[in-house]
């Protein structure tokens, strides 16, 4: 079973903020936290990782607390082609086959 | 570079009757995975390989599911015989080295079983 919990869905107007949050009270030590996005009839796309430091790379920004029991997603001016699926994991990097274990993610709707 | 390529994209059968699927991974990509993504959920692993050796297929139903990867290229994944429950879509994903964070996934194919 997946170790995060998200909300089921999210709006945004476009051009504002897209704030996706996600709960992994359980995680380890040894879990690192993935995010990835699925848009309609595409396959899964990575879009950033990390340990416990904040990460931001070209297409978002992760924000993980300090207990490591919480992060947030966020695309800092959403548009129209963010509309997707995302999916926030955790996964364990010592345990062999790094396996990744999808939920059902959070489905988002960027408003024009 | 060029990405995941998958075939068919789409595939209609009646239930009992065979389908096979193919991939072909990023060129250089030690790994291969074969995920299954039911409408409404998230893509579920059914099937890891490291060159040609598998690495973790506790989630493929064995009685049915079979995949290779031959030549630790390209791979294919059948179903035989094929039930109600296997629609689906089917995704292919490699990875440049086993634990990579990056996946890159190809397009898919939706399998629907009448």
Redesign the interface.
């Known amino acids: 079973d ?1 170790k995060t919990t998200q909300p089921p869905s999210m709006d945004c107007a476009e051009g504002r903020a897209a704030n996706l949050p996600c709960n992994h009270s359980t995680i380890s030590g040894n879990e ?1 936290v ?1 995010w990835y996005r699925q848009i309609h ?6 879009i950033i ?1 990390g340990l416990k430091n904040n990460e931001t790379n070209e297409m978002a920004s992760l924000i993980i607390t300090e207990d490591r029991k919480s992060s947030t997603l966020i695309l800092p001016h959403a548009t129209l082609r963010d509309t997707a699926v995302y ?1 926030c994991i955790v996964r364990d ?1 010592t345990s ?10 959070t489905r988002l709707k960027v408003l024009a | 570079e060029a990405g995941v390529a998958q075939s068919p994209r789409y595939k209609i059968i009646e239930k009992r009757q065979s389908v096979a699927f193919w991939c072909n991974p990023i060129s250089g990509h030690a790994t291969l995975y074969w995920y299954q993504q039911i409408l409404g959920q998230g893509p579920k692993l059914l099937i890891q390989f490291q060159n040609n050796g598998v690495v973790d297929d506790s989630q493929l139903p064995k009685d049915r599911f079979s995949a290779e990867r031959l030549k630790g290229v390209d791979s294919t994944l059948k179903i035989q015989p094929a039930k109600l429950e296997d629609s689906a879509v089917y995704l292919c994903a490699s990875s440049f080295i086993q634990g990579a964070p990056e996946q890159y996934f190809g397009p898919g194919t939706r399998l629907t079983v009448t």
Request: proline share 5%.
């Open positions: 997946a690192y993935y009839s595409q396959g899964p796309q990575y990782h999916y990097v062999g086959t790094y396996k990744y274990i999808f939920g059902t993610g």
